[in-house]
């Protein structure tokens, strides 16, 4: 593919809810173009964009897809997005390379949950934002229908552009509102044939051309005043306020079509061009610096990084600083890619999208500049993981490669979260659902060649006192030599939660000699990290040693060792043993109509309600204190609870005592 300068250059991101046919009609837009010689089907496995034998398997995108075409002399990056909200990190990623997102919207599913938070990401962000209705040649597509609620989720800027002409099987063609003309498609060809407004759908016509045709001047002062003296105004002009306003993200134009039938997916592909912004660069001949969005992780080749030139031209074999590492790193292997193709290239202007292989130490987010050049890059954030999964190696000969593939994994998907609880003794792998887990693990096999097996997640319980006792630990043991002697006079007692633990020596007379009482300290020590009669750690509590004996030749620091740890033991045993479970604070957004079943939902989880205020657009949010154990799959309970529209952070709050009948239950399943 030839270089083209900046301003030629469309860097654009399709979003959407999962089966609005995104990917689909990335390979519409691709054939169009004459990029490819076919149409790959998504039920196939056969498509551009979904080149992972996962994507293929599962009919569904799972990560972003590089897709490059050419439209009259400009160079378009198509980047196709995941639909899923397992998937909602390859959104954020895309969003950070892109300077137009198009929306693609079901005429028949209508808007939904995904299609609303990828618009609220990209609304954050200030992208400028157009709309395609797709599927209308669908059993139950609704342009009217869809149209009033893209208004309705998304306000006064949403202008309608085209309509459709015919309905379900008999869609056939759109009519341009700008220049009052029809475009009619007969199915083999993905260029339209100029036509008249059909006479049924003029008047319709007309009244929607003259509502676009003042949403659009009211920002011009000058076309106001020429529209309200019934002045004719070019088209031209129209094109030239209305490309203002998408890229001030104040209009939101809505285009229409069908992917599958190639009805306006060629006038799509135009308006990008025509009408979507070029990239803005800091300055196309400054020294070159670049932005990675994404990394590929391949088991032969290493890591892939897809990158946006924020300024200059990077060319092969330039070598940039990693602003991260601190290191150098020489772009030899500077590619564009389509899908999973990559053909090489030898400089890349800024604004525009390549890849580069082979990296030293580079991943998501890093920026690589030239050194002493100073590069201020927003920093890359990624969504909060919401579900984990404990994981272990299948066999022992996997054991040695896990550790390397997940951090190979985590390269590749920096959402995910990996890490070793120090309690609960296991590896625990976090993402944003069970497909986006289920997937990971698969990758791990497929890539890596490391097989894992998953098993329940643990709560970290701890065991407390509620009183104080007194135990006296004694260890007599006579052999054929030495024997072994300790006693140890111990008191236990409850201190104030979250204190942690607390040994007191209060020997006096040399009752136990100076040398044994950091013995004695070890012994209660190492008992309470194992655990007390549940086996799960001894929090916030005073030992106090205040008595014993001892033998002057059967004595030693490993007899007062033990013999502390058995008087701990039974001294803990006495003073009221109970459970403590973790406590997490749960902050839960979601639509008002559903705060009644959410709040009875945690509280049917022993949650404690702290509060609830409304935060707009029709949301509230929930804060409830929450027993973790009950909280620990709240992602896949919410996401049923609200259809995907409730969101939710959760954090560690503190340690409270388990309810007795749920700590009898937990106890049957330690003995068990």
Known sequence: MKTFPTARIRNVALVGHGGAGKTTLAEALLFAAGATQRIG?????????????????????????LAPFEVDGHKVNLVDTPGYADFIGDVAAALRAVDLVVCVVSAVEGVEVQTEAAWRMAEARGIPRVIFVNKLDRERASFDRTLEQLKDRFGAGVAPLELPIGEEAEFRGVIDLLTDTAMIYDGTSPEGTKGAVPDELADVEHSVHDALIEGIVVADDDLMERYLADEPIDP???????????????????????????????RLARFIVEEGPAPHVSAEDAPPAAFVFKTLVDPYVGRVNLFKVLQGTVKTDTTLLNGRTVTEERMHQVTTMRGKEQEPATEVPAGDIAAVAKLGDTTTGDVLAVRGTQIDVEPFVTPTPVLAAAIRAKSKGDE???ANALHRLEDEDPVLRLERNPETHQTLLSGMGETHLS????????????????????????????????????????????????????????????????????????????????????????????GGALGFPVVDVRVTCFDGKHHPVD???????????????????????????????????????????????????????????????????IVAMVPTSEI??????????????????VTHSHYDPVPTHVADKIAATVDA
């Not at 039920?43 to 964009?49: A, F, I, L, Q, S």
């Not at 979904?50 to 995108?61: G, Q």
Request: charged share 30%.
């Open 41 to 65: 089907r998504v039920e196939d496995g056969n498509t551009v964009c979904d080149f992972d034998p996962e994507e293929a398997r599962r009919r569904i995108s799972v990560s972003l897809a």
């Open 236 to 266: 031209k002009e129209l094109a030239r306020a209305l490309a203002s306003g998408i890229d001030e993200a104040t209009v939101f134009p809505v285009l229409c079509g069908s992917a599958t039938r190639m009805i306006g997916v060629d």
């Open 555 to 621: 004595s030693s620091e490993m007899a007062f060792k033990s013999a502390a740890s058995h008087g701990f033991k039974e001294a803990l045993a006495k003073a009221g043993p109970i459970l403590l479970e973790p406590v997490s604070e749960l902050v839960v957004t979601v639509p008002e109509a559903s705060q009644g079943d959410i709040m009875g939902d945690l509280n049917s989880k022993r949650g404690r309600i702290q509060g609830s205020a409304s935060v707009g657009d029709g949301e509230v949010e």
């Open 632 to 649: 620990l799959r709240y992602a896949i309970d919410l996401r049923s609870m609200t259809h995907g529209r409730g969101r939710f952070s």
């Open 439 to 530: 997937i990971a693990l698969e990758r791990l096999s497929r890539k890596f060649g490391v097989e894992v097996e998953t098993e329940t997640v643990k709560v970290p319980y701890r065991e407390t006192i509620t009183g104080t006792a007194e135990a006296e630990g004694k260890l007599k043991k006579q052999t054929g030599g030495h024997g072994q002697f300790a006693i140890a006079s111990l008191r236990v007692e409850p201190t104030e939660r979250g204190s942690g633990f607390e040994f007191v020596d209060a020997i006096v007379g040399g009752v136990i000699p100076r040398q044994y009482i950091p013995a004695v300290e070890k012994g209660i020590r190492e008992t309470i990290e194992h």
């Open 400 to 402: 040695d490669k896990l």
